[in-house]
C-alpha cells in the first residue's frame, strides 16, 4: 500500500507514523511528521550479528514506540524513503502485514510545505508482540549460489557500482568492499529508476515496462549493497506488479563483495 501526503495528513490520528532513519540525528531532530515516531533501523538488527532481530527484541521496540499488532503502521525514512521500503519488508516478515509506505516520503512532504515538527514524540508504551519471521521472501547467499542458474538476479545499485567501477556507493564512499563488479548473470535496473522526480514510485504500468522483460513464472532474486535499496525493487515487483516469486539478498553485496572465491562479472576491464 502506498499511501499520498494528502491522504496521511487528512488521517494523522488514526494511523501510526514511523520515521525510520539511517542517521537519526541529522534526519529526525531536523523536522519529522506530527506524531512520527523514531525507529533506527540498526533496531531490526541483532544485538550480536549482522542477522535480523529475534521477535522478542522486535516486539520490545515496537512496543516502546507505543505501536499495537492491529495498527496501520505508516512508514518512511531519510535516504530517498528507502529503509521505508526495507521496514515494510522486515514488517511484513514478522507478521504486521497491516502496512503502508509513504509516497514521496519526507521530501515530498516538505516540498509540498505540510507542517512539521522538531521534538521528539512521548508515546505510551504497548505491549506488541511481533510473530516468528517468516523468510519466504528472503534467500541466503549459499542457496544463491547453489541456484545462479535457475534464477533471474537483479543487481538494484548504481549502474557504477554494478560495472566494478567503484567498490562502494556514492553515498557512502567510505564503505569499500574487497571486490568490484556484480553476481554472474545479474541484470541492472538502479532503483532510482523506479521513482518519479519528487521521490513518489512511478506509476503501475510504467513499473510493467521496465520490468516488461520478466516472465510471471521467473525465480526472481533482487540484491544492492546491504538490502535497502533492493527492497523498493522487492516491493515493486511484488507488491505492485503482483510477482509471487521474488526474494531479497539481504545480504546483497556487502557480504558477497567480502567473500573469497565466489564468482563476480565485471562490465568494464579491470585495469587494476
Keep these: 500500500m502506498l499511501v499520498s501526503i494528502e491522504w496521511l495528513y487528512n488521517n494523522l490520528k488514526d494511523v501510526k507514523v514511523v520515521e525510520i532513519d539511517y542517521n537519526p540525528q541529522i534526519s529526525y531532530y531536523e523536522g519529522h511528521i506530527p506524531g512520527a515516531v523514531l525507529i533506527n533501523w540498526r533496531d531490526f538488527l541483532s544485538d550480536n550479528s549482522r542477522d535480523f532481530a529475534s521477535p522478542e527484541k522486535l516486539s520490545k521496540v515496537l512496543g516502546n514506540a507505543g505501536?499495537?499488532?492491529?495498527?496501520?503502521?505508516?512508514?518512511?525514512?531519510?535516504?530517498?524513503?528507502?529503509y521505508a521500503f526495507?521496514?515494510?519488508?522486515?514488517?511484513?516478515?514478522?507478521?504486521?502485514s497491516n502496512l503502508a509506505i509513504l509516497n514521496g516520503g519526507i521530501y515530498k512532504w516538505l516540498r509540498e510545505n505540510y507542517?512539521?515538527?522538531?521534538?521528539?514524540?512521548?508515546?505510551?508504551?504497548?505491549?506488541y508482540k511481533a510473530s516468528k519471521p517468516d523468510w519466504s521472501s528472503r534467500?541466503?547467499?549459499?542457496?544463491l549460489l547453489s541456484r545462479l542458474k535457475e534464477?533471474?538476479?537483479i543487481d538494484s545499485r548504481s549502474k557504477e557500482e554494478y560495472d566494478g567501477l567503484t567498490t562502494a556507493p556514492p553515498e557512502?564512499?567510505?564503505?569499500?568492499?574487497?571486490?568490484?563488479?556484480?553476481?554472474?548473470?545479474?541484470?541492472?535496473?538502479?532503483?532510482t529508476t523506479l521513482l518519479n522526480e519528487d521521490e513518489t514510485m512511478k506509476p503501475r504500468d510504467e513499473l510493467g515496462?521496465?520490468?516488461?522483460?520478466?516472465?510471471?513464472e521467473d525465480r526472481i532474486v533482487v540484491y544492492c549493497r546491504t538490502g535497502a535499496r533492493a527492497s523498493v525493487v522487492w516491493y515493486a515487483l511484488k507488491e505492485?506488479?503482483?510477482?509471487?516469486?521474488?526474494?531479497?539478498?539481504?545480504?546483497?553485496?556487502?557480504?558477497?563483495?567480502?567473500?573469497?572465491?565466489?564468482?563476480?562479472?565485471?562490465?568494464i576491464s579491470d585495469h587494476s
Design 67 to 82: 505501536i499495537n499488532n492491529d495498527d496501520l503502521i505508516v512508514l518512511y525514512s531519510d535516504m530517498n524513503n528507502r
Design 86 to 96: 526495507y521496514a515494510y519488508w522486515i514488517l511484513k516478515a514478522y507478521g504486521h
Design 115 to 127: 507542517p512539521i515538527d522538531n521534538d521528539a514524540v512521548v508515546v505510551r508504551r504497548s505491549e
Design 139 to 143: 534467500i541466503l547467499v549459499w542457496e
Design 151 to 153: 534464477i533471474v538476479l
Design 172 to 191: 557512502h564512499k567510505c564503505e569499500q568492499t574487497q571486490m568490484s563488479g556484480h553476481i554472474p548473470g545479474a541484470k541492472n535496473v538502479p532503483w
Design 209 to 216: 515496462r521496465i520490468f516488461s522483460w520478466l516472465n510471471r
Design 240 to 267: 505492485v506488479l503482483g510477482f509471487r516469486l521474488v526474494r531479497l539478498y539481504d545480504g546483497s553485496w556487502v557480504e558477497y563483495g567480502n567473500m573469497v572465491g565466489v564468482p563476480v562479472e565485471k562490465s
